[in-house]
């Protein structure tokens, strides 16, 4: 049995071999938004705290990682599902979010992120008074 190389095409280019280098996962995110903030939750199973970035650049949201995939000694992977260990999402942020104050946690290969939305931004309650 032999294993192919995958192939991608580029724009007035026949077929050529995709290196390991050039295949990057996309995770899976999930996007929740409240009055205060907005909270994505992206999978990037494997990915350690040391081996993740989340950078804000202007009103982009970029988040890289690669998975650290441990084989016991002596052993050797035959086969492999996911070819790359390589993660990469990123996201064009509105202006109303306070991206000075962007927290982000990662627990069990999931990134959880909170984007506030600017303080002046957030709904809030007027009193009146009688008069």
Do not use: C, W
């Amino acid at each position: 049995m032999s294993e192919s190389k995958e192939m991608k095409t580029r724009e007035g280019s026949e077929m050529q071999p995709q290196s390991e280098q050039d295949v990057v996962l996309r995770p899976a995110v999930d996007i929740y938004e409240d009055g205060k903030e907005i909270t994505v939750r992206a999978d990037m199973p494997g990915v350690s705290r040391d081996r993740l970035q989340v950078q804000v650049d202007g009103n982009n949201l970029a988040i890289e990682g690669q998975a650290a995939i441990d084989m016991p000694e002596g052993m050797e992977s035959l086969h492999a599902d996911v070819r790359t260990t390589q993660f990469h999402r990123s996201f064009a942020l509105s202006n109303e979010l306070d991206t000075g104050n962007i927290n982000a946690e990662m627990s069990d290969g999931v990134l959880t992120l909170h984007l506030p939305k600017r303080a002046e931004l957030q709904p809030r309650k007027i009193e009146v008074s009688v008069g």
